[in-house]
């Protein structure tokens, strides 16, 4: 179960660097990714260019990972807090996330994503 950890965190630095390249070498051909209100981006790089109109820029700190054996899965939670720029270039930071991924055969089946930040949107008056 340790490598599902390493396997979730270098992923997610990928993504963060935007390397998307190793990102996906990170993925299962099959791969499905269940963002905050429903969203199903249909690859990395529709949800590199979805991204674009919510922040300047997004970044994780993870403060943990939890892992859950599933079958022939395991399953790692990994939570913590965004930090970024909005695009009016207004700075955040302390926004609560979690990812739960089902990674299989060393590949990440699937991601799904919580977070906080629509609420943090509404608190400034429904501005990214």
Request: net charge neutral.
């Amino acid at each position: 179960m340790e490598s599902a950890e390493k396997i979730a965190r270098d992923y997610l630095a990928a993504v963060e660097a935007r390397d998307l390249p190793r990102a996906k070498a990170f993925l299962a051909e099959d791969m499905v990714m269940l963002f905050p209100g429903g969203k199903r981006p249909p690859s990395l790089e529709q949800l590199v260019t979805n991204s674009k109109g919510r922040y300047q820029r997004i970044g994780k700190t993870i403060e943990g990972v939890d892992l859950c054996p599933a079958g022939d899965a395991t399953i790692a939670y990994c939570y913590g807090t965004l930090h970024g720029v909005w695009p009016d270039g207004e700075a955040f930071d302390g926004i609560r996330f979690i990812d739960r991924f089902e990674i299989r055969d060393g590949k990440i089946q699937s991601q799904w994503v919580w977070n906080d930040s629509g609420e943090h949107r509404l608190a400034r008056g429904g501005r990214n």
